[in-house]
């Protein structure tokens, strides 16, 4: 079979490696890559992908006939416009989250959707990327926990401030950090919970840690609930430094008959590596080593680009991750030292 031939337009943020990476893992052909000036990942893009050309216009990814997929990690606040573009020329679109930052942007893209039929997937790294989330949804379908009645997930970030770029200090340009962060954790709540859609109970934002950033967020919660099930989400960029990654995300799943707690990252009690998984039910009590298991979202979408279907993701499920998390941001009390 021939390869899936894919382009990238957008480097800005460092997401766009593992997005690239995955889509070659599958035997994609990247053709090639374009980025508006020097974001501060180039270096690192191309050190990992040394034998992919650069185009020096936009429009040789989108009007290159072979090219049907387009991953986008542009500035947030571009890509709503630039998956329109891809899609009005015929491709389809991998963005990472989030996939727009404004309730407006997203009834454009729905339109286009509608409009060409094409896909527009949204890579939410904190599932996709993450093998102990596959193996819970696994257990959790299974029947190990009983019925889920609520999920917390825990973002922690560090804030590697050398490494941004002035656009992270602008929230009208990265879109918050309920709209940005919170969408990994928004996705694994209806997902989980067999949810399609969500209620914003409340809502915060904060910035408690840097005052001489009042555009910056470094703070976020959300507490929502769907008719048979409630979440809390809390992010925020205070990773502290003696920490061996860059956060230690956690996700806990809570079920009638067991519970269900992931170390995604980090454990801290002293296990090497990623991806640790702890149930506790009527009959067991264990720890799973869940870095081995195969990642999934990959595959499926390079199939759902060939055979039209969508079995990666949704669009609507996309979409009501996105809508969800952008009227969190809207809503959300603002505290601390913001603009």
């Not at 460092?14 to 980025?35: P, S, V």
């Not at 939410?124 to 019925?147: C, D, H, Q, T, Y």
């Not at 998984?277 to 990959?298: G, M, Q, S």
């Amino acid at each position: 079979m021939k390869p899936l031939q894919i382009g990238v337009i957008g480097i800005d943020h460092r997401h766009i490696f593992g997005m690239l990476g995955g889509m070659l893992a599958t035997g994609a052909l990247c053709k090639g890559w374009w980025t508006e000036g020097t974001p501060p990942t180039l270096a690192g893009f191309e050190k990992r992908f040394p034998d992919i050309p650069r185009s020096q216009q936009v429009e040789a990814i989108l009007e290159d006939p072979d090219i049907e997929l387009i991953l986008i990690a542009a500035v947030p606040c571009d890509r709503a416009a630039l998956a329109i573009r891809c899609m009005e020329h015929g491709k389809d679109v991998m963005l990472d989250k989030p996939g727009c930052t404004t309730l407006a942007d997203l009834a454009l893209i729905s339109a286009a959707v509608q409009r060409t039929g094409r896909i527009w997937s949204v890579d939410f790294s904190e599932r996709f990327e993450v093998p102990a989330v596959i193996k819970a949804l696994e257990m959790v379908g299974a029947g190990e926990i009983g019925r889920v009645v609520q999920t917390i997930g825990i973002g922690p970030h560090r804030l590697n401030r050398a490494l941004r770029a002035d656009w992270f200090f602008d929230d009208a340009r990265y879109g918050g950090i309920l709209t940005d962060l919170a969408s990994h954790q928004i996705d694994q709540f209806l997902l989980f919970t067999g949810s399609t859609d969500a209620e914003i109970v409340a809502a915060s934002v904060g910035n408690f840690a840097n005052p001489g950033d009042p555009g910056l967020q470094d703070f976020g919660e959300v507490l929502l609930r769907s008719p048979h099930a409630q979440g809390y989400i809390r992010i925020d960029w205070y990773t502290p430094d003696a920490l061996p990654n860059w956060g230690d995300g956690r996700f806990m799943i809570l079920g009638t008959e067991g519970y269900i707690e992931l170390r995604k990252y980090v454990d801290i009690s002293g296990r090497d590596g990623t991806d640790h998984l702890f149930l506790v039910n009527k009959a067991r009590n264990e720890y799973i080593h869940c870095a081995d298991i195969p990642l999934t979202y990959f595959e499926a979408l390079s199939a759902d680009v060939r055979n039209r279907t969508a079995t990666a993701m949704t669009f609507t499920h996309a979409a009501k991750v996105t809508e969800l998390a952008i009227t969190a941001q809207r809503v959300a009390v603002r505290r601390g030292n913001l603009a």
